[in-house]
């Protein structure tokens, strides 16, 4: 048996273990940490009697108070909607300038509409509803089928040309793809086009091609978007006298619109939304609006 090596300092023998002249004392362990140990095994044995803790099969201890989170979930969740369905049959039933001057109730719907907004509408309009290329910003004032209650809310029922039976449907032809306009006429309308939203008008043609421009526009455009291009929401037809574009206004985008056509797409949400739901969304949109910079 060897001797054991003692540290002329404190008197404790070495296990024999040295880093870079450090040698590891051989010390009992600290008490606390004896108490730590001790206090968790005993917490430990007392949490698997009281609390369900180990699995027996296709079933597990339930422990002595019965606990169960997945009930305490549902009963919360439970609590929740029923705490939901009050405010939320008021929306279906009250008007909505009493829903809008209630404080309390339009908290409710921001918090919900915006939840909403998020897991359905989010993906297309973006997070805070302005929209990117093909699809419209939902904050100003722009709305291709109006900006009333009513029609924000059919919209959001049946969609556009989302094969829904009500379905608004809207489609701009492809006036050079299918050979309806030649190149020169497409370039003197794009022109044209261009320049009511242009506040330098003169920048963007000869006057003779913005001439021959309002010409084509009044034969093949002017039925959709009007005499005065200011649009129509009856057929979903854009306001083109505006700076607010859905595909893009400068003269290249325009020449695509044109030449290829549009057709924009929303789904119908009359059969995965509520009707409350739909109207929160509704009343949302018409909030953010309102409150928009």
Not at 160 to 169: E, L, M, T
Request: aromatic content about 8%; hydrophobic content about 40%; proline content about 5%.
């Amino acid at each position: 048996m060897g001797v054991i090596e003692r540290d002329p300092h404190t008197g404790h023998g070495t296990t024999g273990h040295e880093w870079n002249g450090i040698k590891e004392l051989n010390t009992a362990v600290p008490w606390p940490i004896w108490a730590f140990l001790i206090a968790t095994v005993i917490f430990s044995v007392v949490w698997w009697i009281l609390m369900p803790a180990w699995p027996l099969g296709d079933t597990y201890t339930k422990g002595l108070l019965g606990a169960d989170v997945r009930q305490n979930v549902a009963t919360d969740l439970k609590s929740a909607e029923e705490k939901r369905s009050i405010w939320a049959s008021r929306i279906e039933k009250e008007e909505l300038s009493a829903i809008m001057s209630d404080s309390e109730l339009m908290q409710d719907i921001r918090e919900t509409g915006h939840a909403l907004f998020g897991d359905n509408c989010a993906a297309c309009h973006g997070a805070r509803a302005e929209g990117g290329p093909g699809y419209p910003k939902l904050t100003d004032s722009a709305w291709l089928w109006g900006q009333t209650p009513d029609a924000i809310f059919e919209t959001i029922r049946a969609g556009v040309n989302s094969g829904h039976p009500d379905s608004r449907f809207s489609q701009m032809p492809a006036w050079g793809r299918d050979q309806m306009l030649d190149r020169k006429a497409i370039i003197d309308v794009s022109a044209f086009v261009k320049s009511l939203s242009d506040a330098n008008k003169g920048g963007n043609g000869s006057p003779e091609q913005l001439a021959a421009g309002q010409k084509i526009f009044v034969d093949n455009c002017a039925s959709c978007h009007g005499s005065d291009a200011h649009g129509a929401h009856q057929t979903g037809a854009p306001d083109l006298t505006d700076n607010t574009w859905l595909y893009g206004g400068d003269a290249a985008s325009i020449y695509e619109s044109i030449y290829n056509g549009r057709q924009g797409h929303m789904p119908a949400w009359e059969s995965r939304l509520s009707n409350a739901d739909r109207k929160i969304l509704m009343i949302y949109l018409l909030d953010l609006g309102q409150n928009s910079p």
